[in-house]
């Protein structure tokens, strides 16, 4: 009886009793990713009004799918899903392992999943709280993440996907703005997003970051390698774009200080 409440809610989730369509991008990534833990996961949420309905693939990855979503009162949503069974699983053990946030580690995949889209969930509210511009978390379950939707009719792109439509000055502007996202993080929230690139840079008005799973606090002993790795991405991409950048080896040490 649970298993037929679940599937009735799956499909009213994923629109399949008007749209059955066994081709269409949704389904098929549905059928991949929603293992038994997941589609319990929906249900509640679906359940508790936080994911009405599922119309459309923004992204997909080894880790994680992102989908479009609306909710109970017909808003938006993004709805990030990581894979409860991921090749990346030594890597998600090693920044859990190192993050003095998390405590006990469990042996079982899934739940070493669950532990890591809890922690972005925290990282998301963490970023905001020291005014960086993130989507706001709205909800989580296992391994399904609900979070503001960033757009108009159509996903905000990437600045990867919209680079060669900018100006020297749209440029710089962007840099000014991420060196001090990195700043702000680092220096107020004592945080880094370690994975901060043109790819993880929504443009809808003012920058967005997105993709806080890496995320973590300077008391991990992980924290300097990221500061690294985000000021040097940061620098070298913008430096190729003809931006007078800062020095690296400067900045890193006035962020160290």
């Known amino acids: 009886m ?141 391994n399904v993440l609900v979070m503001e939707f960033i757009g108009d009719e159509t996903p905000a792109p990437r600045l990867k996907d919209v680079e060669k439509f900018l100006s020297r000055e749209d440029f710089e502007g962007l840099y000014s703005h991420l060196i001090g996202v990195i700043e702000r993080l680092w220096k107020r929230g004592g945080m880094v997003h370690g994975d901060l690139s043109e790819y993880n840079i929504l443009l809808q008005g003012s920058p967005v970051i997105i993709d806080w799973s890496q995320a973590t606090v300077k008391r991990n002993r992980m924290s300097v390698e990221l500061l690294k790795r985000d000021l040097r991405n940061v620098i070298s991409y913008f430096a190729r774009k003809g931006v007078d950048v800062d020095d690296y080896d400067e900045k890193l040490r006035e962020l160290l200080g």
């Open 2 to 142: 649970r298993e037929e409440l679940i599937e009735r809610e799956i499909e009213e989730v994923l629109g399949l009793r008007e749209r059955r369509e066994k081709d269409s991008e949704l389904y098929k990534i549905a059928n991949e990713v929603f293992d038994r833990t997941t589609r319990e996961a929906l249900a509640y949420l679906h359940r508790r009004g936080k994911i009405e309905g599922l119309y459309g693939v923004i992204s997909t990855g080894k880790e994680a799918n992102v989908f479009a979503g609306v909710d109970g009162e017909g808003r938006r949503v993004a709805v990030k899903i990581y894979r409860t069974y991921t090749t990346e699983f030594r890597r998600i053990w090693e920044y859990l392992a190192a993050d003095p946030r998390v405590g006990y580690l469990p042996k079982d995949m899934r739940r070493l999943v669950f532990q890591w889209t809890r922690r972005e969930f925290k990282n998301l509210q963490r970023a905001i709280k020291y005014a960086v511009r993130a989507p706001e978390p709205i909800a989580f379950r296992n």
